[in-house]
């Protein structure tokens, strides 16, 4: 996310939930791999896959975290990035992300009317 704006005007928005596909242990080595997959008008959202070191070559788990990007006072602003997927993958991983922010929005959403 650094390529893109400068960090210290970011806060985590949701965090949508990590899938395990395999356990990690105390004492495990995990490696995490991150990148950019889908932006709104102030938003990123980050696709990250783990794995152990003892098996490098599996995903042990993986999710999406959508972060803001703030004025000075603390407001969202506009971030003007753009971002076209170029693989299948990275298409696909987007169109999962809008999903994912879609629920999220839906959550929140509810929540504030069950609060009123």
Do not use: C, W
């Amino acid at each position: 996310m650094a390529q893109y704006v400068d960090t210290k005007d970011t806060v985590l928005l949701v965090l949508h939930g990590i899938d395990f596909k395999f356990p990690i242990f105390a004492g495990d080595i995990v490696t995490f791999e991150s990148k950019v997959i889908s932006v709104g008008r102030s938003t990123l959202t980050v696709y990250t896959k783990m794995y152990r070191s003892r098996e490098p070559e599996k995903i042990a788990a993986d999710g999406f975290a959508t972060f803001s990007y703030l004025d000075e006072n603390h407001h969202s602003r506009p971030h003007g990035i753009t971002l076209e997927p170029e693989t299948d993958e990275e298409k696909f991983l987007q169109q999962q992300a809008l999903e994912v922010m879609e629920d999220s929005k839906k959550r929140a959403l509810a929540m504030n009317e069950k609060k009123n």
